[in-house]
């Protein structure tokens, strides 16, 4: 597969939460260094997601707003 995206950061499953309509995923990409992604349940049923898996996290966004 061929993306756009440059922020393309490989891991491994540590949690997959799941709600009513979307779920929380986190990939540790790095030691200690986890990203969370919100996807629709059907997004991790059709993934296939589960503890353990590898998984990519790949961002693509205009802009990110940080706060504090």
């Known amino acids: ?7 393309v950061f490989p891991g ?5 939460n799941r709600g009513q ?3 929380h995923v ?4 790095a030691p200690g260094l986890v990203i ?3 996807i629709t349940v059907e997004a991790v049923d059709d993934l296939g997601l589960k ?4 998984a990519t996290a790949i ?3 205009s802009e990110v707003i940080v706060g504090k």
């Open 1 to 7: 597969m061929k993306l756009s995206a440059r922020n």
């Open 12 to 16: 491994k499953v540590v949690a997959v």
């Open 21 to 23: 309509t979307t779920a």
């Open 26 to 29: 986190k990939i540790e990409v």
């Open 36 to 38: 969370t992604s919100s």
């Open 51 to 54: 503890v353990g898996d590898t």
């Open 59 to 61: 961002i693509k966004a």
